[in-house]
Antibody, heavy 118, light 108 residues
Framework: QLQLQASGPGLVKPSETLSLTCTVT??????????WGWIRQPPGKGLEWIAS???????FYNPSLKSRVTISVDTSKNQFSLRLTSVTAADTAVYYC??????????WGPGTLVTVSS | EIALTQSPATLSLSPGERATLSCRAS???????FAWYQQKPGQTPRVLIY???TRAPGIPDRFSGSGSGTDFTLTISRLQPEDSAVYYC?????????FGQGTTVEIK
């Protein structure tokens, strides 16, 4: 059974970098069956796809965030990560790691709330 | 970018009634990469339907999905009180992936 668990600071200061990690259990991060990705949801609002990575196909970014976002994989830890630079209050959201892509059923881990505030 | 527009914004129905939720895309895409989610307050979105019409494991058969091209539908055949939630559609055929803005289903 695939499990995803996001982790990272719950509070980030404006202009700093938000870094989150998603630990994958139940399958290998190198599996080509999955697109690993990040999705966020500001409080009281809808869902926004941020980025995805596929072990052989590479990275995919939301153009609205592309200049500030990096998604990467750490095969030694079976994790994938998100970096979002120059954050503002608009980046306050629940961040979900998920498998949004491919033909398998999408899977989401529990979200983690990140607040941008001084 | 392919935008998804959901309608109606809110649906208020009684238990046992049939709910029909619509998701319309701004241009056609491959229906293999389309899903519906249910989200209750404070919870992670739960996938109901993927591949436009395949129920996810553990999802009751009162939930069904259909559609292709630009028009997709989620049907809840016999509403239960626990179906009160926000429902989102999602296309993941290509970047940027997009979500609909959500339909709130209220049970009278």
């Amino acid at each position: 059974q695939l499990q995803l668990q996001a982790s990272g600071p719950g509070l980030v200061k404006p202009s700093e970098t938000l870094s989150l990690t998603c630990t994958v259990t139940g399958d290998s991060i190198t599996s080509t069956s999955y697109y690993w990705g990040w999705i966020r949801q500001p409080p009281g609002k809808g869902l926004e796809w941020i980025a995805s990575i596929h072990y052989s196909e590479g990275t995919f970014y939301n153009p609205s965030l592309k200049s500030r976002v990096t998604i990467s994989v750490d095969t030694s830890k079976n994790q994938f990560s998100l970096r979002l630079t120059s954050v503002t209050a608009a980046d306050t959201a629940v961040y979900y790691c998920a498998t949004p892509g491919g033909v398998l059923v999408p899977f989401w881990g529990p979200g983690t709330l990140v607040t941008v505030s001084s | 970018e392919i935008a998804l527009t959901q309608s109606p914004a809110t649906l208020s129905l009684s238990p046992g009634e049939r709910a029909t939720l619509s998701c319309r895309a701004s241009q056609s895409f491959t229906s293999t990469y389309f899903a519906w989610y249910q989200q209750k307050p404070g919870q992670t979105p739960r996938v109901l339907i993927y591949g436009s019409s395949t129920r996810a494991p553990g999802i009751p058969d009162r939930f069904s999905g259909s559609g292709s091209g630009t028009d997709f539908t989620l049907t809840i055949s016999r509403l239960q009180p626990e179906d009160s939630a926000v429902y989102y559609c999602h296309r993941y055929d290509s970047a940027p992936q997009t979500f609909g803005q959500g339909t709130t289903v209220e049970i009278k």
